[in-house]
């Protein structure tokens, strides 16, 4: 499956950005769906996952509250609605894509990966 991010762009800190994930090749139903991002000489980290039925989402601790991911199969689109922006989550977004089990939060769990869409948080 191919991924593709969109959405990203520049914005002043307390702003928000709604970044896409659209699948192509083939539909995302029963992939569990993720977002991770990498900021400049950091490693890639994980930011939100959403399992395969919708039913269980994750988050990480520095986003919990002020982001939120859903999925629409009909339209093989996973969503990642970022409020309440701070300038340390300037960062490369990367959709990722699992079949198989493990943790969410962790980065071996994915199969398929997306390009990245840059967001840029001014202060």
């Known amino acids: 499956v191919q991924l593709v991010e969109s959405g990203g762009g520049l914005v002043q800190a307390g702003g928000s950005l709604r970044l896409s994930c659209a699948a192509s090749?083939?539909?995302?139903?029963?992939?569990?769906m993720g977002w991770f991002r990498q900021a400049p000489g950091k490693e890639r980290e994980f930011v939100a996952a959403i399992s395969w039925s919708g039913a269980g989402t994750y988050y990480a601790d520095s986003v919990k509250g002020r982001f939120t991911i859903s999925r629409d199969d009909a339209k093989n689109l996973v969503i990642l609605q970022m409020n309440s922006l701070k300038p340390e989550d300037t960062a490369v977004y990367y959709c990722a894509a699992r079949v198989a089990s493990g943790s969410y939060y962790s980065l071996q769990s994915y199969d398929y990966w997306g390009q990245g869409t840059q967001v840029t948080v001014s202060s």
């Open positions: 090749g083939r539909t995302f139903i029963g992939y569990g």
